[in-house]
């Protein structure tokens, strides 16, 4: 990709009046100014440099090499006040080899001054330039018809008429058509005036959306370190934010901001921007590259949108590759069509394109395609889904699910991406997959929610599932418990974490709201950390309860003296598998206590312990040695020192050196 030109800047390429300087100073005008930003058009040597020049005062051909062949080659900017509306002009070159420069400026532009010369009338890039502008969605403009001073009367009327005809059924049909002369001056007031009135229908952007500056240009400045510029197309940006460039993910603090000439403590969406950035070099950045909120988005190479392929155009083939541009980033993408083989000239389809290399996108977001080679305009599109995942060949969902997108309300697309996730969506993501506030989300996952469609699982960070899915998992859950306790019909449940595993190991939250769902509802029960059936006891066979009556008596009998749980299998009627499953009843109803690996006692046994180390503290004081204990017991070194250890954890005794404290 061309980087922008780089090389010396001056304050003057900036459209600066003081050089650039910590924005400390904030300008009242700033904020209630109106910004809007009018992007030039048309074929190449029809006026627009010139024209710009004559409405602002500004020569937009800032390089040596424009002012020298006397032609536009990059982007250049000029900017003219008209009663509380500020425009900046962003200026584009007409040649055909550098439509790639002109696309990145037509990016962020709010109405297009579609230039066309009287002598010439509609010229290859007036076409071309005003096709990028129908596919880009661009609302508004106005034709200037210009070097009137070079034609007559007759020739300007047929000339208007051919344009009548190119524009008719475009968002140009009817706007206003102006012969000017940069030459004589003529019409220039009265293009002002349209200037002005079309500026006052562009709607008021609200700074409240995630910031997005894509960058045009970036140069080192001496003194000033990195600046970059570009039209702030979404939200805000202040003077020490912190702010990241991507698709590089690098994390950078503004030093400083201009606008148009003005240093400024915080620029909004519609405004020319050149911003000082600290922490990186120039180098480092190059045009197509994104300025926005730290930490929020990811940069994606893989998108599905929908696409529309010019009349002009040649049909599109499966899997064809083209050039993408998009703000002021551009790649080469690969384009699979979605709903058929083959694209037809003026038709539009779903495509899913693979970029080859990352760009920040969100849906809405409008791009150029041109064809791979030769290199012309051939299309354009919208953004559904920047983080679309790759789809199996003819899959019924995918047409309805980017319809959705597309068409549906927030609430309906908040509840498709739900639908499309089985693991439950975070508030960070719904933010990084569909470019909302914040506000925005929650107040859809609001509504949702309300209608039960949705469900919040988790408050911090905010998670929420569909309700469809937690349904399912719920019916995963209930049917992994059922064929547990079938297959484990001594037990009396399962805990929590072995049931998640055997229920399709949905994450963590998710699990726990269908879990919670079925507890809500009386179909299972839990107890600790066991989930079981709701009213199911455990049925055991009249071997199994004269077992358990059996082992539970050898152990009260055996009082501290206990037997190895070896010695009391031998006398059981049951084999030995569901001997050990009785045994952990026995434990679980807290008849048998562990106190080590194969060291089991009656709760009787340890009971009477404990009350006699109670009367022993009482008549002989706290302090109690190992021999003492051992002596008291009767219990060889063997059991003495777990049985204590276990003491000491449930905090009857205290070890103290070689001594026990009794508590
Ligand atoms: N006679 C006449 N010549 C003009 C007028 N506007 C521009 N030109 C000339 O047309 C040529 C191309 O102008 P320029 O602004 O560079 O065109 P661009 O390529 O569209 O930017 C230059 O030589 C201008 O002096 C005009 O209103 N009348
Ligand atoms: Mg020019």
Known sequence: MNAAPSGAASAFDLGLVAPLASGRHPVARMETTKHVIVGTAGHIDHGKSTLVEALTGTNPDRLEEEKRRGITIDL????????????????????????????????????????IAADESIKPQTREHFDICRLLGIPRGIVALTKSDLVDADMLGLVRLEIEEFVRGSFLEGAAILPVSARTGAGLDALKLELLRAAQAVPAKGATRHFRLPIDRAFAMKGFGTVVTGTLVSGAVKAEDEVELYPVRKRVRVRGLHSG?????????????????????REEIERGMVLAPPGIFEPAKRLDARITLLRSARPLQNRARVHFHQGTAEAVADVVLLESGELAPGESGLAQLQLDKPILLLPGDRFILRQFSPVITIGGGAVLDARAPRHRRNDPAVTPFLGTLEHGSRDEILAALAEAAPQGLALAQIIARTGWTEAEARQAAKKLTDAKR???????????????????????????????????????????????????KARAEIFLAALDDLVKTGVVTLSGDLVQRAGREIALSPEEARAKELIEREFERAGLTVPSFAQVLEKLPVESR???????????????????????????????????????????????????????TGITRKYAIPLLEYLDREHVTRRVGDERVIL
Do not use: C, W
């Open 261 to 281: 000439g003005t240093s400024v403590e915080r620029a909004v969406a519609g405004q020319r921007t050149a911003v000082n950035l600290a922490g990186i070099e």
């Open 454 to 504: 949705l469900r919040t699982i988790a408050e911090s960070p905010f998670i929420v599932a569909s309700a469809k899915i937690v349904g399912e998992r719920a019916a995963a859950v209930r049917k992994a418990i059922e064929d547990f306790h079938r297959a484990n019909p001594l037990l009396p449940g399962i805990p929590k974490q072995e049931l998640r595993g055997r229920a399709g």
């Open 578 to 632: 569901r001997a050990q499953k009785i045994l952990q009843i026995l434990l679980r109803e807290k008849v048998l206590i562990k106190v080590a690996e194969d060291l089991v006692f009656h709760r009787a046994a340890v009971a009477r312990l404990r009350a006699m180390l109670a009367g022993y503290r009482k008549e002989r004081g706290e302090r109690l040695p190992i021999p003492v204990f051992k002596e008291l």
């Open 76 to 115: 250049g900017f000029a900017f003219l006040n008209l009663e509380g509306v500020r425009l900046g002009f962003v200026d584009v070159p007409g040649h055909e080899r550098f439509v790639r420069n002109m696309l990145a400026g037509v990016g962020g532009i709010d109405l297009v001054l579609l230039v």
